[in-house]
């Protein structure tokens, strides 16, 4: 008689995978922000919210992914840094409604499960929820042989935050006159790699592993530097110091970003040149042929956040970001006309 088949032979390893979750559990530990009555294991996590002492209190809930960064990854064989870009894919959207961030799940789809890699992406995980002050509740380890090639993988997450109703921005507080205040990204974060990847990897050629001497660091090193996560800051920024509207810099560019935080009345005008422009935007521009009106559509260039701020609130502001090492510059204003942006 012939012997049955077995689901680990098909690919799935359930073996594995339950092996891990104590070591997720573990590091889920470490993190904190939330009141958590059940974690990591169960079928779903148990977070109690009596102990926020708030009138209204609203939820702010926000999902994303790591994107086709994960295809340098995976190149470069190197996982510890992704999942810090997905918890701050997640965490830096929602606290742009001056939500505090309060726990995050993950999901991994992979084809065949990698106990390194596996570890290492919750361990980026774990490192970012710690970043943001969110707890690390869950999440999912999806085996999907078929659907992901070798080594391949995705990894999303979703990220719950809280604020009191009435400290939520409000669009028709912003007037002409504003200041755009620029708060620096550590580089390309987790956007625009399609077509970073087509231009460095396929047009130019370039190696992950080779040296490049304006970025000073291996291209793989620059690539995979984390996404900045801008939530204790933005915090304290909304709380002690006039904070009156914060954009995400992500697809799309300040472009498409800046005017969902604007009322119709009021236009964001940008003084380019007024923020240092990190070398990886120009080594793409130039390579590729890549016109700026492009580069502005699908990179940040640089700016991270852009919040906006009463011009007698931007020394303040300015202060503490250089005291919380976040490099920040005055990158413009609001005037009156539709809304949109216009850099010039």
């Excluded at 809930?61 to 994107?67: H, K, P, Q, S």
């Excluded at 995705?154 to 507080?173: K, M, N």
């Excluded at 625009?192 to 370039?206: D, H, K, M, N």
Aim: proline fraction near 4%.
């Amino acid at each position: 008689m012939a012997r049955g088949s077995t689901y680990k032979e098909a690919g799935v390893d359930i073996g594995l995978k339950q092996s891990l979750v104590p070591l997720f559990r573990r590091l889920a530990s470490r993190t904190g922000g939330a009141h958590v009555l059940a974690g990591v294991g169960g079928f779903g996590a148990l977070i109690g919210l009596n102990g926020h002492k708030m009138r209204e209190p609203v939820l702010v809930a926000g999902t994303d992914g790591v994107g086709t960064k994960l295809k340098v990854a995976v190149m470069a064989r190197r996982h510890d840094t992704v999942g810090i870009d997905c918890v701050a894919m997640c965490v830096n959207d929602i606290i742009c409604s001056a939500a505090r961030p309060l726990f995050f799940l993950d999901y991994i789809g992979i084809g065949k499960l990698n106990r390194r890699i596996a570890l290492e992406l919750v361990k980026g995980v774990a490192a970012g929820c710690a970043q943001a002050g969110a707890s690390l509740v869950g999440g999912e380890t999806a085996q999907m042989p078929g659907l992901y090639g070798d080594g391949e993988y995705d990894l999303v997450g979703f990220a719950v935050g809280i604020v009191e109703r009435d400290q939520i921005p409000d669009p028709r507080r912003l007037e002409a006159g504003d200041v755009l205040v620029g708060l620096a990204s550590s580089g390309l974060h987790s956007n625009g790699f399609s077509l970073a990847r087509r231009v460095l990897l396929e047009r130019a050629g370039l190696k992950l592993s080779r040296r490049v001497p304006e970025l000073k660091c291996t291209l793989a090193e620059e690539l995979l530097r984390p996404t900045r996560i801008y939530a204790r800051v933005a915090i304290d920024l909304f709380r002690k110091f006039g904070l009156k509207a914060l954009a995400n810099i992500t697809g799309g560019g300040v472009i498409e970003n800046l005017p969902r935080v604007l009322p119709p009345r009021l236009q964001a005008r940008i003084a380019r040149g007024s923020w240092p422009v990190p070398p990886i935007f120009d080594l793409i521009a130039r390579l590729g042929g890549v016109s700026q009106h492009e580069m502005d559509r699908a990179f940040n260039n640089g700016i991270g956040m852009v919040g906006i701020f009463a011009a007698g609130d931007v020394d303040r502001a300015l202060d503490h970001l250089r005291r919380s090492r976040i490099p920040a510059y005055v990158i413009g204003e609001l005037r009156g006309g539709k809304r949109g942006v216009s850099i010039g």
